[in-house]
Structures are given as structure tokens and as C-alpha cells.
């Protein structure tokens, strides 16, 4: 059985939650090599992702990704509003009117959102962004798919994934966005948005555990 609406509701409720609890270290991280906004961006945005899942709640988990990415573009501001905007939307994009995302479907949303961004920022792996959480996410997300992985396990594989390659970010000298403004000096900070991109991620497994009971024998 996939993922329903029900999680992804799930999941931008705990990813506002991780936004409001995760704010002021994001605003940390985008102190030396940005302007320090990228935590009050990110709570402001999906605080906004809230109050618009509370208006018209979605029927399929693609409307409320839509719901997300239109708050986010909206709100976020800075670089991040329409880099998450266009990965939300994209992914919103690929499940169409599903009622029901199984692993294949997730990792697809998931490359649909990693393209979105690189499409929008141009940003390749390494250069010190959001990509490099995003992209090792798809891979190991394929990668736990295709060796036969539940959502849960998906999402899992994505999210740690995510977290090592926001970790990875850290020695990276930045060639996008403003980051890129501090030359070598960014080298030694973890990028705010691939911190970001982990945190939300993370959320998205959390909730598919929250939804599937468990991801052991009792999950049916
Ligand atoms: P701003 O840089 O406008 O202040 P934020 O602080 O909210 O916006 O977001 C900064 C984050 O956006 C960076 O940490 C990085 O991950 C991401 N970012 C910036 N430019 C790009 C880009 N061209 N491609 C991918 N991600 C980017
Ligand atoms: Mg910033």
C-alpha cells in the first residue's frame, strides 16, 4: 500500500514543525555565508503552507503539494521561496491526481523536484546548495526501490541521504547564490538550504512511519 493524502498532509505539518523548531539554526548557518534570513524564510513559508492546507484541505497528496509550492513561492522570498516552489510543484506534478504514492512514484517526485531545482538555480553537485542534499537523496531513494524498499524505507534512504550530503557541504567552497559572494571563506559552514532540504526530508519519512503504522510486520 502508497503513501495517501492523509501523509502528505502529515508531512508539510511536521516540516513546519522542524521549519519553527530548526529557525534559528538555520538563520546561523546563513550568517557567515548569506544575509542570515534563511530560517525566518523557511518558518514564515511553511507557517503559510499551514494556513492554506487549514482553507481547503486537499484531496490527493499531489493538491497538497501543489497547496505547498504555491505558499512557498509566495512566502519563502530570497533564492529558496522559488527553488522550492518549482521541486514542490514538480512533484506535485508527477503523482497528477493519484490517490496513492507507492515507492516507484516517490522516487520519481523525488528526481522531478531535484530537476525542478537545478532547472530554476543551475546549480550542479557540489557547488555548495540545496542539489547536494537533493541529489544523493534520488539516488539512494532509486536505489532503496529498486532493491525492493517499502515508502518508508524510500523516504528513509532519501532523508539520510540528505543529511550526509548537507553534512558534506561543509569544506565546499559556494559557486551559486549568495554563498558564492564569500569566495573561499565559505569553505568550513554547511549550506542553510541543504540543511533545509534534510530537515524536510527527514520530515517525509517521519510522517510515512507516523501513517504505515510501522515498518515492521504490523504494516500491511
Ligand atoms: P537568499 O540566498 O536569497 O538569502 P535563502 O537564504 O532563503 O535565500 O536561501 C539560501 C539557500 O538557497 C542556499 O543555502 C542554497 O542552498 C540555496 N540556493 C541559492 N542559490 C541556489 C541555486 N542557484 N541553486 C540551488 N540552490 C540555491
Ligand atoms: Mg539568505
Same mark, same amino acid.
Given at each position: 500500500?502508497?503513501?495517501?493524502?492523509?501523509?502528505?498532509v502529515d508531512w508539510?505539518?511536521?516540516?513546519?514543525?522542524?521549519?519553527?523548531?530548526?529557525?534559528?539554526? &538555520?538563520?546561523?548557518?546563513?550568517?557567515?555565508?548569506?544575509?542570515?534570513?534563511?530560517?525566518?524564510?523557511?518558518?514564515?513559508?511553511?507557517?503559510? *503552507?499551514?494556513?492554506?492546507?487549514?482553507?481547503?484541505?486537499?484531496?490527493?497528496?499531489?493538491? #497538497?503539494?501543489?497547496?505547498?509550492?504555491?505558499?512557498?513561492?509566495?512566502?519563502?522570498?530570497?533564492?529558496?521561496?522559488?527553488?522550492?516552489?518549482?521541486?514542490?510543484?514538480?512533484?506535485?506534478?508527477?503523482?497528477?491526481?493519484?490517490?496513492? *504514492?507507492?515507492?516507484?512514484?516517490l522516487v520519481a517526485? &523525488?528526481?522531478?523536484?531535484?530537476?525542478?531545482?537545478?532547472?530554476?538555480?543551475?546549480?550542479?553537485?557540489?557547488? %555548495?546548495?540545496?542539489?547536494?542534499?537533493?541529489?544523493?537523496?534520488?539516488?539512494?531513494?532509486? %536505489?532503496?526501490?529498486?532493491?525492493?524498499?517499502?515508502?518508508?524505507?524510500?523516504?528513509?534512504?532519501? #532523508?539520510?541521504? #540528505?543529511?550526509?550530503?548537507?553534512?558534506?557541504?561543509?569544506?565546499?567552497?559556494?559557486? %551559486?547564490?549568495?554563498?558564492?559572494? *564569500? $569566495?573561499?571563506?565559505s569553505a568550513g559552514?554547511?549550506?542553510?538550504?541543504?540543511?533545509?532540504?534534510?530537515?524536510?526530508?527527514? #520530515?517525509?519519512?517521519?510522517?510515512? *512511519?507516523?501513517?504505515? $503504522?510501522?515498518?515492521?510486520?504490523?504494516?500491511?
Open positions: 500500500m502508497g503513501l495517501d493524502v492523509g501523509w502528505a508539510l505539518k511536521l516540516s513546519a514543525k522542524a521549519m519553527a523548531e530548526h529557525r534559528v539554526e &538555520l538563520i546561523e548557518l546563513d550568517r557567515p555565508i548569506g544575509d542570515s534570513d534563511h530560517g525566518e524564510n523557511m518558518d514564515r513559508g511553511f507557517q503559510a *503552507v499551514l494556513q492554506k492546507l487549514d482553507e481547503s484541505p486537499p484531496e490527493t497528496p499531489g493538491a #497538497a503539494l501543489k497547496a505547498a509550492a504555491m505558499a512557498l513561492m509566495s512566502k519563502v522570498g530570497g533564492a529558496a521561496g522559488p527553488l522550492y516552489g518549482t521541486a514542490y510543484l514538480r512533484a506535485a506534478t508527477s503523482w497528477g491526481a493519484a490517490t496513492d *504514492v507507492d515507492a516507484e512514484a517526485a &523525488l528526481e522531478a523536484a531535484r530537476d525542478g531545482v537545478v532547472a530554476r538555480g543551475k546549480a550542479e553537485l557540489g557547488d %555548495k546548495t540545496m542539489v547536494d542534499a537533493w541529489t544523493p537523496a534520488v539516488e539512494a531513494a532509486r %536505489k532503496a526501490a529498486e532493491s525492493g524498499a517499502d515508502p518508508v524505507g524510500v523516504l528513509e534512504a532519501a #532523508a539520510e541521504a #540528505a543529511e550526509t550530503g548537507a553534512a558534506a557541504t561543509d569544506p565546499l567552497v559556494a559557486r %551559486k547564490g549568495r554563498a558564492s559572494y *564569500v $569566495g573561499e571563506r559552514h554547511r549550506d542553510p538550504g541543504a540543511a533545509s532540504t534534510a530537515l524536510l526530508l527527514r #520530515a517525509a519519512a517521519a510522517a510515512a *512511519v507516523g501513517s504505515t $503504522g510501522d515498518q515492521g510486520a504490523d504494516a500491511v
